[in-house]
């Protein structure tokens, strides 16, 4: 049974799915609905256009769907959406997108820990970690299975690539390609992945092809443009190096060297 404290507010116009938990002064504004299984802690804010998945967990006190600080924006009616099993401890804020994409999304499996913020127009893959007080500017896309470090700032329009992992304390100012981690100031490669991508169960044939890929793009002093063009003469075209030259190719802020 769904079960909402008495001293919540959720207004007539919000849906709610079966076996639903509203916590003590929580407020569900109108428009906004609730998936299947989900709980909403106390004090929590789910402001209009904001749809949260199945199983999804809300914190104390976090904030979603609330108006993004973008002075450009114009009240038009834009969304927040996110996906099933979902965490989202005290204190984060997600806001709600600009006319620009309409959609802030986290997907599935994600877990965004306390204090940190997805800004508008924000989209975050499936299974993506964001650790404590982890400020991302709008307009950021995160690819699957993306860790971020606590304290970590990303510069607006930066794209990080799947399975990769930053360290903590950090700015992300530019693209960070799949796979990999990024450490250092100013971020920088740092090696693969490797742990996080065997517990994935990347082929050893696949690792062994990925790490010459960023050989050539890292280690051999060669532009960016002619790293790509080495990669794709000189490369079996397995997905994964397939995937990482569709990243490398669709970087507008340019990757971290």
């Excluded at 990080?160 to 450490?183: C, E, N, Q, T, Y």
């Excluded at 044939?205 to 060669?222: D, G, M, S, T």
Aim: aromatic residues 8%; hydrophobic residues 40%.
């Amino acid at each position: 049974m769904t079960k909402i404290h008495p001293t919540a507010l959720v207004d007539a116009e919000a849906q709610l799915g079966q076996d639903v938990q509203i916590g003590p002064y929580a407020i569900i504004e109108k428009k906004v609905q609730i998936g299947d299984g989900s709980t909403v802690g106390p004090h929590a804010v789910l402001a209009q256009g904001t749809t949260i998945g199945k199983n999804c967990k809300i914190s104390p006190g976090a904030v979603l769907g609330t108006v993004p600080q973008d002075l450009k924006f114009n009240d038009e009616e834009t969304f927040v959406v996110i996906g099933d099993n979902t965490t989202i401890r005290e204190y984060a804020t997600v806001n709600r997108a600009t006319d620009y994409s309409y959609y802030t999304r986290v997907g599935n499996d994600c877990l965004l820990m306390a204090y940190s913020h997805v800004a508008h127009d924000c989209k975050l893959g499936d299974h993506v970690v964001i650790a404590n007080s982890v400020n991302m500017a709008g307009h950021v896309v995160i690819g699957d299975y993306v860790g971020v470090g606590g304290l970590t700032a990303i510069h607006q329009f930066v794209h990080i690539g799947a399975h990769s992992f930053i360290g903590g304390g950090l700015r992300v100012s530019k693209d960070v390609p799949p796979f990999i981690l990024a450490m250092g100031e100013p971020l920088k490669y740092g090696g693969l992945n490797v742990i996080g991508l065997k517990r994935r169960g990347f082929s050893d044939e696949a690792l062994k092809e990925i790490k010459r890929a960023f050989n050539v793009l890292y280690r051999q002093k060669l532009t960016f443009k002619e790293a790509i063009s080495e990669i794709e003469e000189n490369f079996q075209p397995l997905p994964e190096i397939l995937t990482l030259l569709e990243f490398l190719k669709g970087s507008e802020r340019g990757v971290i060297r």
